[in-house]
């Protein structure tokens, strides 16, 4: 994917979610603003699973330390992180 | 970061009010101060049901009353002094609980280690430094370097940074959170970490990110609500202690093996509790951290447990070593750099737990039970691991017999974890293999055998468990039907099961959760109060008692941290429990672990033990009681380790005291084990027939020892014990009223003690005793010495004893006055053979093969012979004594 936009980020990461993770929810009721690992919904297996999946679509690397609340809270904080290491 | 709705359901508190900017807008209808008011009060009642209830020990008891002062003047300072307040308070905290002495050597080598991390050099010098100077503690705190460190600091000093110096470097290494020293000390020396060794393992930047992440008092409340949920985990746990649990010895039948299991992986609710407890107390501080344990009896699978028991260790794990690992093994796929990183999680885990134990009991502990419950589970984790992925993408279902079989499913998930958990758990606390498997080939001869304890076991979570499902199922129809608007206490009851049973706030409540809101500031105010006001009522036994006396008994039973036997073998028989008995049992100054091989505690550091600034330096507490290396020590009304005299002697009776140290008061044995009770137990054989006289042996310990008059009777008794602690050998004096003979003259030379001409072998006897009391009375050195004194052979083992006696008496020789070899009682009676049977504290359920001290010096049992002897023997002694100093009669 060349230079993908914050909405393509989104759009991935959401779906993502929806499917993997939330497949019996509402995909309205899951926002930006969602707490995706202070709230439960993002447990270790399905981060690391995120993180291959965002390295593998956007050519990014990131590093263990990068795995945290800071960066994989919400939906809002993954496009951030990946907008940053997309030079951003 | 998550949004303040999401904060707010972590900590469990409403949302819409928590992110408000300031306390008053967290509240429509009071002002701040009156709010304050309000926890204050709250947390006032907290305090006084720790009292009541006698929650943990002394210690933390007046930490907690630390805390509510602490706290009240926290609300009132201005924003900026409040974190260094909190610093302060906690500094003060280690030097109530510790003492000041030990309270500065925890934070003088806290402080050296944070400062390390500080060094103006590479972050590889910095760590190289830490290595450095861990490596030196370990070698003291092993033993293997001599330094004068107290003993009480380790367990605390090791709570503090074993693990969080680890995070703290991570956030320096990789530029995670502030520089602040402030921040940075007070996220080491967190108050309660001194009363609670056993600590959740909390990561630097949680501790920073949730730093009053919304509104203060909002905070606080919510910390008043996990304090107390923490007490009642407390209570239960001392319930199920008490009143539930089932030694393994006990298990016939399968029934039994299931009770077993299922009570002893409950004895966790002390761990909970604590954790509750210990975050509540934080967070009145601001420091809104997540809840410790998440309802880890609805794990619904492997993985979710490993997720819910201990969610900051298992945070712990993820980021030291998970990720790490993951990173490290992704080139060979995510599948398999998966599953290395969850066997390397488990392996961490497992020499993490003995890390942890070397710092808090100063041995490092890894056994075949750790190696197999962390393999098991790992094992159970990786598999699961594989069909969690598969369950959550499962399709959803709309229809409410669809919603019925999703909840039937997890119940027996759920069951069927919890079964699986109660059998690793045994499995973990198992002394031994054979033990283990001892209970099952029993239960196998129960007609339904161990299918009876799985089935068992079943049916107590399936139980508990069918209120719940019913609950949500009933409450998704609500929802469903009602588009999750008009019954807002529906719905909010629906989403608080949802977030408890799938342990997260999605699923279709997710939105309605939303409205769950909690304007009202009194609400979970008003839950807590009535929590706690209900914990009072059962607190007080004029309210208690017309329930019935079995109520009353179960309630009483629940005031008081005393443990029976098969309760303390049970205690003794799990990581966890251990390391809490080892580490945490004792009360003001916390675990003293004396030896790398023993871990001895420190008796004067419990309750019923004290300094004391005169001549005998340590006494017993007048009225008092407390559990001590597995033995209850209660202190009568004249602060003898014994049952209430009257102070009238009675007619007929002749009264004995027993004066003397740690043996005589029973070092580590029952009341009723100690060589006085028996000694009085089978003198008074017979008593009676024939004109024969009762009698009475009266324990004098400490202070006792030289104001017996003040203690027992008009009269003084008729002949006194010395029990002395320095020689293989019991003295008889005569007991003669006098001025106390003070501590000032006792240090020097005994020719010069003041007393020596008015009753001369008390003093010799007590100068010498006094002597080595001044040296470690309570290492683990002194206790075969004691040991030895009463451990006398039998038959011709008793002249041989004798014969080694002199060799481990001090080299500067005898005091002037103390009685010659033949006037040893010890040996007399020995040869005589009357005294036997008194144990030793060495020998506390060992197998006599095993009945040796730290050296291998091995005791022969003891065991006394008839009343007649005794009484003869008793008799003959005294009057054989020089000078005639004793007669009986």
Redesign the interface.
Known sequence: MVDPSDNDIREVVHGYLV????????P???TD???L?????L????T??LV?LLEDKFDVS????E????NF??IA?IVRLVGTKLGR | MPSPEEAAATAGCAPSTRAASSPDDGSACLSSRALVLVLCTQLALLVLLAHRFRIEDAGFRHLLLLTLAGFLLHALLPERLRLPFFLLLSLAGIAVVLGPVNGAWVVGIGVVLFGICHLPFAFSVRVGTLVVVAALLVAVRSGAVDVPVPGAIWPVLGSMFMFRLILYLYSLRHGLGSRSWTRGLAYFFLLPNVCFPLFPVVDYTTFERTYVDGDRLRIAQGGIRWMAHGIVHLLLYRFVYHHLAVGPEDVASGPQLASFMLTNFLLYLRVSGQFHVIIGMLQLFGFNLPRANHHYLLASSFSDFWRRINIYWKDFMLKAVYYPSFFRFKHLGAASALSCSIVIVFVATWLLHAYQWFWLLGSFRLTWQDGTYWGLLAVLVLVDSKFERRRAAAPPTSSVAGALRASAARGLRVSGTLATMCVLWSLWTAESLAQWGGMWVRAAGDPLGPLSAWMAVLVVAGVGLLAGLTAEIAAHKVVASRSGGRSEWLTCLAARLDRHLSGRWTGRLAGVRRSYSARAWWAPSTGCSALIALLLILSTPAFTSPLGTRTAQVLESMRDSRLSDRDQALLASGYYERLLAGAQANPQVRQVVASAQGGEMNFYATRVGRMSIDFVGRELVPSSQANFRGALVEVNSMGMRDREYSRKKPAGTVRIAVLGASVTMGWGVGTEENFESQLEERLNRGSGEGGAPSYESTQLCGRRLHGARAGVGTRPPRATVLARRDADRVDVAKHRPGPPVRREDQLGSSADLPHADQHPRTVAALGRGGRQRGGDHHSPGALPQQAHQLDVPEDGAAQQDKRAAPSRRPAAGPPRDVLAPKDDLASRAAARGWLRGARSPRSLRQPESRRSDRHGIRYPPLSVRSPADCRSSLRGVAGQSANGVGDLG
Do not use: C, F, K, M
């Open positions: 499917s993997q993770v939330l497949p019996t929810d509402d309205a009721s899951l603003e969602t707490a690992l202070t709230g439960g919904i447990d270790s297996i399905a690391l699973q291959v990131l590093a263990a330390h795995v945290s609340v800071d809270d919400s904080a």
